[in-house]
């Protein structure tokens, strides 16, 4: 499956940004999807996930409250809903991909992956 990430962008501190991946090349309803995010000079960690049929999804500690995943089985995308953002929310955005129904919260659990896109709040 080929992903590609959207909707990133310059916001200010308490802005709201929605991203969206979109996804092509396999039957999207296989998988179970994933955002993960990467900071300058961090690690790439975990933001939030969904099941394969959408029906459980998971977040990191950080988004909880926030941050919102959602799927569209018929159109193909997953979107990562972003309010209340913060100075820390920053940077790079990354959708993945499993094909499993239950949602991982690791890198090691997703085999897919889209390019990135880049998420700037300032503070």
């Known amino acids: 499956v080929q992903l590609q990430a959207s909707g990133g962008g310059l916001v200010q501190a308490g802005g709201s940004l929605r991203l969206a991946c979109a996804a092509s090349g396999h039957t999207f309803s296989n998988y179970a999807l994933g955002w993960f995010r990467q900071a300058p000079g961090k690690e790439r960690e975990f933001v939030a996930s969904i099941t394969r049929s959408g029906d459980r999804t998971y977040y990191a500690d950080s988004v909880k409250g926030r941050f919102t995943i959602s799927r569209d089985n018929v159109k193909n995308t997953v979107h990562l809903q972003m309010n209340s953002l913060k100075s820390e929310d920053t940077g790079i955005y990354y959708c993945?991909?499993?094909?499993?129904?239950?949602?991982?919260?690791?890198?090691?659990?997703?085999?897919?992956w889209g390019q990135g896109t880049q998420v700037t709040v300032s503070s």
């Open positions: 993945a991909a499993r094909e499993y129904q239950w949602a991982g919260a690791t890198i090691a659990e997703y085999g897919y």
